[in-house]
């Protein structure tokens, strides 16, 4: 097998590289050649004491680390795979409270008990409400537009959907949720210079956000409410999260769940209009594909890793106890081995076996019927308010090194 030609000092965790594109080509060059690929990097320079990680780009090799935690875990070195510099072990470590950063047997106990805040029931029971929602989050987008009819899609109509579903989910009242948006941003925008967000402001965010949701906690215990936060912290007899465990479970859910389908829905947007054939399409027939095609297209988190338990065997290469191994998913949802024309946006695509929402095993995403419930939601209010919606501007991409962000993305009503 030929070793891959890419270009000199290649990371695909580097955030530089990641504010400017996705690597794709350099992920097709692996997928042929090295399908899992060391990449070595300084000591520490990623919060890791280490000399780098493996890089895997395969469809199948992604699923197969997904659906093995006995030999993959989570734990050791969190799924995070690129933190800042400057954080230390102890930082790192405290996020083992984290649900995506648990393995079984207690990651096991804590999902089956955070379940229950997303049953089919449950996501129903939130429809009228955001259907509602979404409504009106676009009609006061073109409503609040410029002179000109031009407006920032994502802070206009992205990001609201997303955080209302997370608050009405867990009955933040209306006048908390700017604060939980607030925090969100800020822990995940620590890498992007122009947030001017340091890492101890993200930590601080973080703090502010658990500490919020242990005192909803607290206050459910002491007096049961009929919501998902009462059962998830006061149903005698069934288990129950601890106060901390809940908030460290909101942190999650701010993330996970806000940033994640908020990027998601903008790359989708910008999507649909640098394809208008797949626009009209979606505005004649609303397929109901489309959601699962936008979370393939955009993979809104590019990777996350884990960390190998004992000496094995991957894509043809050995690898070490305690090597790091990074699970890279906007490769795998780009695999031709898999997609038919992967290139291709295609709303209509069916199958559709992306891993957008992890690649099966003990963390596939948790809220993804709910994930794909707001994307409908949004484009079909966007298609009957604003079916004339046209770009404006070229997206301006998040700095960041496992998220696929756009920060901002300026588009137009009218002709």
Request: hydrophobic content about 40%; some cysteine; overall charge negative.
């Amino acid at each position: 097998m030929p070793c891959p030609a890419l270009p000199e000092g290649f990371d695909a965790t580097d955030p530089d590289l990641l504010q400017s594109r996705i690597p794709l080509p350099e992920f097709a060059q692996l997928r042929q050649t090295a399908p899992v690929w060391w990449c070595p990097q300084s000591r520490g320079i990623t919060g890791f004491d280490d000399e780098g990680y493996w890089v895997v780009t395969r469809h199948a090799d992604v699923k197969y680390v997904s659906t093995h935690p006995e030999l993959f875990s989570s734990f050791e070195n969190t799924a995070v795979i690129r933190f800042n510099e400057h954080i230390n072990r102890e930082q790192i470590e405290v996020q083992r409270l984290i649900m995506l950063n648990m393995d079984p047997p207690e990651h096991t106990r804590v999902r089956g008990i955070v379940q229950r805040g997303f049953t089919p029931r449950a996501i129903r029971s939130l429809e009228t409400a955001l259907r509602e929602r979404a409504r009106r989050i676009v009609e006061e987008a073109r409503r609040n537009a410029a002179a000109d009819g031009t407006f920032d899609f994502v802070t206009n109509i992205a990001v609201e959907l997303p955080l209302q579903a997370i608050a009405e989910l867990i009955g933040v009242p209306q006048d908390d949720r700017a604060r939980i948006f607030d925090w969100s941003n800020k822990m995940v925008a620590y890498d992007d210079p122009e947030y001017a967000i340091t890492e101890e402001v993200g930590a601080d965010a973080a703090m502010e956000l658990i500490g919020y949701s242990m005192n909803m906690a607290a206050d459910r215990k002491q007096c049961p409410a009929k919501d998902i936060v009462t059962q998830l912290v006061a149903a005698e007899g069934e288990g129950n999260l601890s106060s901390d465990e809940f908030g460290f479970f909101v942190l999650l859910l701010a993330v996970a769940g806000n940033e994640t389908t908020r990027n998601a829905i903008s790359h989708g947007m910008h999507a649909f209009l640098t394809h208008p054939d797949q626009w009209e399409l979606y505005k004649r027939e609303r397929p109901a594909t489309t959601a699962e095609e936008i979370v393939r297209w955009a993979t809104p988190v590019t990777s996350f890793q884990r960390t190998a338990t004992q000496d094995t065997e991957l894509g043809g290469q050995k690898i070490k106890k305690g090597d790091r191994v990074g699970m890279f998913y906007s490769s795998a949802n780009n695999d031709p081995e898999v997609f038919d024309n992967p290139g291709l946006f295609d709303i209509t695509r069916d199958p559709n076996p992306h891993l957008g929402f992890g690649g099966g095993g003990p963390h596939f995403c948790l809220g993804k019927s709910l994930a794909i419930h707001e994307i409908d939601l949004i484009f079909n209010a966007i298609a009957d308010v604003l079916p004339d919606l046209h770009l404006a501007g070229e997206p301006r991409r998040l700095r960041a090194a496992w998220l696929n962000g756009i920060k901002e993305l300026q588009v137009a009503v009218g002709t």
